[in-house]
Each structure stands twice: as C-alpha cells, then as structure tokens.
C-alpha cells in the first residue's frame, strides 16, 4: 500500500466555538488527537516519526461538536451559540472538547483500533450525547444534562427556535449508533425531549 503524503499540513490550529484543538489535545493528548485525526496516513510523519494533525479533521469535529451543543441549546429554548461568560463555561468547554476527540476517533474507523477501546469510545459517546435504551426510553446524555440543570448568563429566547428553520429540525433518536450525523429529518416537528 504506497501513500501519497500531503506534506502541506494547515499551519493554524482548528477552534470551534465551545472548544480548540489545544482543549481536544489537553483531554486526550497531542499524539492521539494527531493520530486519530490523520485518518488515511495522508499526512508525512514529523521528523521524529509522530503523527500530524490533520487540523481540517479536527475542524469537522469540532464543526460536529458545536452543532450538537447549539441543536440541544435551542431544544431548551436557549440562544445559540451560548456565550463565553456563561456560569459554567468551564463545564461545558470539557465536554465540548471530549465530545470532539470521541468524535475523532469514532470517525478514524475501528479497522486498525483496539475493538474494547472503540467500545469504550462508542460508550463514552452515548453517556456524552444521550441514547435510547432497550426498553424505548431516552436517556439523556451529559450535554443534555447541562442544559437540564440550566444555564446561568445565558439568554432564553421565545419562539420555536432561533438558529434554524422551525420547518426542519433533527430528533434526538434519529442520530444512528456510532455516526454523528443524524440522517432523518422530522418536519414541521419539534420534538420533546423526555
């Protein structure tokens, strides 16, 4: 198998709004997030053979990351995005920067993983974003839980949502297991979060 390396990796570090590349990197560390979000080997090794980041796969993420956090926001009528002096900013930074590295990784493929790790990942991913159990009922996840708890200094805005179009919304169940892109969409719904 013969790689063709792009050795013109992007020079500024990724940044989304709840969370950077230095927040993945400070979770899971600097190589792993390099490792995982080098997905196809398409970047050349650095002169000490450690992996580099792919900073457009750890924009993605983070891409992801904050359209969950914004989607679940408004589902609690909030203004997204949450501002940066909200109360808990600190709280919501971690599981923002947690949320994309299991993004990365999930999004790396299990070919070339460890299974019982990406077992772990998949699991870690549920308790983060929430998942429906056996019986049918939904369970929320800690991001959920956040919003759950309330958020202090930040706005409650009136309406059916502010940030996207009422007629298309995405329903928490409708995110398949172990993707992150829901791919059923709901219209003129809003669903209920139990």
Known sequence: MGNSFATTPSSSPAAGHYAVQSDI???????????????????APNSDGSPQPDINQIQQALNRTDAFINWMGSQFKYGTPLPTTITQWA??????????????????GVIDENKDEAGKFAARRRQLRG???AGGKWIPGEIEE?????????TRVSGVNVTRSPEVVLSPVA???????PNIFQSNQIPTIP
């Open 146 to 154: 956040f919003f759950i708890a309330g958020v202090g200094g930040a």
């Open 131 to 133: 998942y429906t159990n």
């Open 91 to 108: 709280r919501l930074n971690y599981l923002a920067a947690e949320d994309a590295g299991v993004e990365l990784y999930l999004a790396r």
């Open 25 to 43: 990197e400070n979770v899971f560390g600097t190589y792993n997030v390099a490792m995982w979000s080098n997905r196809d080997d398409k970047l």
């Open 175 to 181: 995110v398949p297991y172990g993707t992150s892109t």
